[in-house]
Nanobody, 124 residues
Framework: QVQLVESGGGLVQAGGSLRLSCAVSGRTFSSFSMGWFRQAPGKERWFVAFISWSDGSTYYADSVKGRFTISRDSAKNTVYLQMNSLKPEDTAIYYC?????????????????WGQGTQVTVSS
């Protein structure tokens, strides 16, 4: 099982940018996939973005499409979430997740490992 550690959260004004990182430790295989999720206060955790470790294919929730970009650096075993044009409604705890599942399962929150989360706060 892999271990995930997120970083990069913080306080930013609306319209600003942040880049989250998720460091992966442990053994991974080519069928590995990762996702970012977020949970706002009093709400359920929601899918944000997906990336396949093997071919780098990506998928986004409609609410972040065109503003957020997920990417991976295989040499550094790290996945990133670049967040631009941030809005107050993006405020949440952001989690990365990983597992040997495809897009359909990752979107539903099926994962083998979860990070501890990093807080993102967007002020208006």
């Amino acid at each position: 099982q892999v271990q995930l550690v997120e970083s990069g959260g913080g306080l930013v004004q609306a319209g600003g940018s942040l880049r989250l990182s998720c460091a992966v430790s442990g053994r991974t295989f080519s069928s590995f996939s990762m996702g970012w999720f977020r949970q706002a206060p009093g709400k359920e955790r929601w899918f944000v973005a997906f990336i396949s470790w093997s071919d780098g294919s990506t998928y986004y929730a409609d609410s972040v499409k065109g503003r957020f970009t997920i990417s991976r650096d295989s040499a550094k075993n790290t996945v990133y979430l670049q967040m631009n044009s941030l809005k107050p409604e993006d405020t949440a705890i952001y989690y990365c997740a990983a597992g040997y599942y495809g897009l359909k399962s990752i979107r539903l929150g099926h994962a083998d490992s979860w990070g501890q989360g990093t807080q993102v706060t967007v002020s208006s």
